[in-house]
T-cell receptor, first 114, second 109 residues
C-alpha cells in the first residue's frame, strides 16, 4: 500500500523553539507539498518541491522553510515557533503532472505552540 | 486569481436523506477537478477526478458531476459512515492544486 508518512501525529512545542516536521513517501513521486489546515480557511500551501533540492514558496511561506535532500523526504522547518503556527500540518506527494489521483496525503501532524 | 468556493459549510442529514454539495470555481484552463474525503484527525483521501464538462463519476453512494463553472457531489441515501468533510480542489498547472474550505457532512441514524 503506497504511503505518505508524517513522523509525528501530535506535537507540543514552546514559543521560540525550532521545529522540524518530517514527511516520507514511498511512491517515487517527484512532487511534494506542505499545507496547513485551519478551520474555515481550508488547506493553504506553505511550500512545495518538484525535485530534489528544489523548492518553491506557496501562498503562506512566512515563518517556514523546507529541505529536500532526498527524493522521498520533505521536511518543514519552523525557524522560531509562534502561537499563530498552531495548526494541522499536512504533507502530500504527487507524480509529475499529478496524474488522475491528484495528491496522496499523510495523516497530518497537529502542532500546538504554547 | 483562482478561487474555489464550497457550499454549504456544513450539512446535517438524516440517514437516507439524499443531498448535494457544491463546488464553484474560477480558474483559467482547468486541468482537473478533484474530490477528497477527510475524516477527523486524518489526511484527505482521494475520491474522484473530473476533467471536462458533462463528465460524471460514481462510487457507492457518491456521484460527482462537472459543469464549466461548478461541480456537484451528490450523496444518495447516505449512511452515518458517510459523515466526513468533503474537499474540492482544482488543478491549474502541472504541480499545484487549489482547495476549497470543505463541506462537513453529518449523517444521523
Amino acid at each position: 500500500d503506497v504511503k505518505v508518512t508524517q513522523s509525528s501525529r501530535y506535537l507540543v512545542k514552546r514559543t521560540g523553539e525550532k521545529v522540524f516536521l518530517e514527511c516520507v513517501q514511498d511512491m517515487d513521486h517527484e512532487n511534494m507539498f506542505w499545507y496547513r489546515q485551519d478551520p474555515g480557511l481550508g488547506l493553504r500551501l506553505i511550500y512545495f518541491s518538484y525535485d530534489v533540492k528544489m523548492k518553491e514558496k506557496g501562498d503562506i511561506p512566512e515563518g517556514y522553510s523546507v529541505s529536500r535532500e532526498k527524493k522521498e523526504r520533505f521536511s518543514l522547518i519552523l525557524e522560531s515557533a509562534s502561537t499563530n503556527q498552531t495548526s494541522m500540518y499536512l504533507c502530500a506527494s504527487s507524480s509529475l503532472g499529478t496524474g488522475n489521483y491528484g495528491y496522496t496525503f499523510g495523516s497530518g501532524t497537529r502542532l500546538t505552540v504554547v | 486569481e483562482d478561487q474555489v468556493t464550497q457550499s454549504p459549510e456544513a450539512l446535517r442529514l438524516q440517514e437516507g436523506e439524499s443531498s448535494s454539495l457544491n463546488c464553484s470555481y474560477t480558474v483559467s484552463g482547468l486541468r482537473g477537478l478533484f474530490w477528497y474525503r477527510q475524516d477527523p484527525g486524518k489526511g484527505p483521501e482521494f475520491l474522484f477526478t473530473l476533467y471536462s464538462a458533462g463528465e460524471e463519476k460514481e462510487k457507492e453512494r457518491l456521484k460527482a458531476t462537472l459543469t464549466k463553472k461548478e461541480s456537484f457531489l451528490h450523496i444518495t441515501a447516505p449512511k452515518p459512515e458517510d459523515s466526513a468533510t468533503y474537499l474540492c480542489a482544482v488543478r491549474h498547472n502541472d504541480y499545484k492544486l487549489s482547495f476549497g474550505a470543505g463541506t462537513t457532512v453529518t449523517v444521523r441514524a
